[in-house]
């Protein structure tokens, strides 16, 4: 099984700082995409940042400028450094990843169980 941990959530001031973790374990033979996403109640989930296996990022245009993605493969983690932070950020932040199981299985997809980021003064 493939387990995804998130750590890093929690209270902030509107303009501070949180950095997000998501560490990825189990049968991990191969970490491909990973992305961050966000959903408040009654909202669908929406897509915040992405990073592919190469290093490439795309991000939401609400958050672009002031959240960065990242990741660390020889840990198989990832992370969402958020900046200037904003009462509109308020959400569940979930981890996605796309993962391998072994050399002959094919891409299955992983969410972690969420971290509350809430912006608030």
């Known amino acids: 099984q493939v387990q995804l941990v998130e750590s890093g959530g929690g209270l902030v001031q509107p303009g501070g700082s949180l950095r997000l973790s998501c560490a990825v374990s189990?049968?991990?033979?191969?970490?491909?995409?990973v992305a961050w996403y966000r959903q408040t109640p009654g909202k669908q989930r929406d897509l915040v940042a992405t990073i592919t296996s190469q290093g490439t990022t795309d991000y939401a245009d609400a958050v672009k400028g002031r959240f960065t993605i990242s990741r660390d493969n020889s840990k198989n983690t990832m992370y969402l450094q958020m900046n200037s932070l904003k009462p509109e950020d308020t959400a569940v932040y979930y981890c996605n990843a796309d993962v391998r199981r072994s050399a002959t299985t094919g891409l299955l997809n992983y969410w972690g169980q969420g971290t509350q980021v809430t912006v608030s003064s």
């Open positions: 189990g049968n991990v033979f191969g970490l491909f995409g």
